[in-house]
């Protein structure tokens, strides 16, 4: 299919997405208080777009990639991917979806297992999915993120915090998915590094047409990368469009709280 027509459709619809914790009161107490944190999210994500997801601490933003995700379950509501609802799969329909999404976590130190070599770190996920020709998939990732071959056979203590970040992103990248979550991907490296871990986000999505959902403080950055951007508060998408039209026409008072706060930092 032509691909214009191919990214007008949706890849991911959230529809009516609930999510309350239950919280240990204290040790002694077993008495639950639930803390409810998503209020009815509703999203929809177009193939090959680049969505980032905005909002202060703690309004909700990793418990909704966490449902997208299958990590946690919501209380109610739908996530369909392409057209099908991800809450109804059964163990061989999530596993196959967990071969399509995947994850970028902010912290490249902690989500790497530092006892295996790098080659080990990308062939796992090919033998879980009984993938084939699994050195020449490692060649081809390797090369896309700028990691040489001699780096598969180090350890990920071995490299720097931005090496680190790219070979999370080859992990990541190496079952060919279909759609990246992005939480704070560059939120723990410098200025420079964050912009080369963003600028080889941006030419991946690319080559190999990616859908990203990208959670991030930094609305300077988000920006710049970003087709359309979602801003929540309390749990609730308060407003979601076009990132061109959130920055020049806000319309929620939140969104315009929240662009306040940066133009009085960039002034
Ligand atoms: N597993 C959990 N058990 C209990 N409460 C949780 C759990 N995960 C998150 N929460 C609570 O849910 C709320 C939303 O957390 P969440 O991590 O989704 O926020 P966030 O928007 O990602 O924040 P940040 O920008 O700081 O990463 C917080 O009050 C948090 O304490
Ligand atoms: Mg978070």
Redesign the pocket.
């Known amino acids: 299919m032509d691909e214009n027509i191919e990214n007008q459709k949706n890849l991911i619809s959230i529809k009516n997405l609930q999510k309350t ?1 239950n ?1 240990e009161k204290s040790f002694l107490e077993k008495s639950k208080l639930p ?1 409810k ?1 998503l209020f009815g999210v509703d999203l929809d994500i177009k193939k090959g777009q680049i969505v980032s997801l905005v ?1 202060e ?7 909704l990639a966490n449902c997208i995700l299958k990590l946690i379950e919501p209380d109610c509501g739908e996530i369909l991917f392409e057209n099908q609802d991800i809450l109804k799969f059964d163990k061989k329909q999530t596993f196959l979806y967990r071969k399509k999404i995947q994850m970028i976590f902010q912290n490249p130190y902690s989500s790497l297992n530092p006892k295996m070599k790098i080659y080990e770190i990308l062939n796992e996920p090919l033998i879980i999915h009984k993938e084939k020709n699994r050195d020449e998939k490692i060649d081809e990732i390797i090369s896309l993120v700028g990691i040489s071959k001699d780096d598969l056979k180090k350890f990920p203590h071995e490299f720097s915090g931005g090496q680190r970040q790219r070979i999370a992103i080859a992990r990541a990248l190496i079952l060919k998915p279909e759609f990246i979550v992005a939480d ?1 991907p560059v939120s723990a490296l410098d200025v420079s590094i964050s912009a080369n871990i963003i600028n080889l986000l941006l030419d991946l999505r690319q080559k190999l047409n990616l859908t990203i959902l990208f959670i991030s ?1 930094d609305l300077n950055l988000v920006r710049y990368i970003s087709d359309s951007i979602a801003v929540m508060n309390k749990g609730k998408i308060v407003e979601f469009s076009e990132t061109k039209e959130i920055f020049d026409n806000p319309k929620d008072e939140y969104t315009k709280f929240l662009l306040s706060s940066i133009r009085s930092i960039n002034v």
Do not use: P
């Open positions: 914790f919280c803390q944190v909002g601490s703690g309004c909700g933003k990793s418990t704070e403080h």
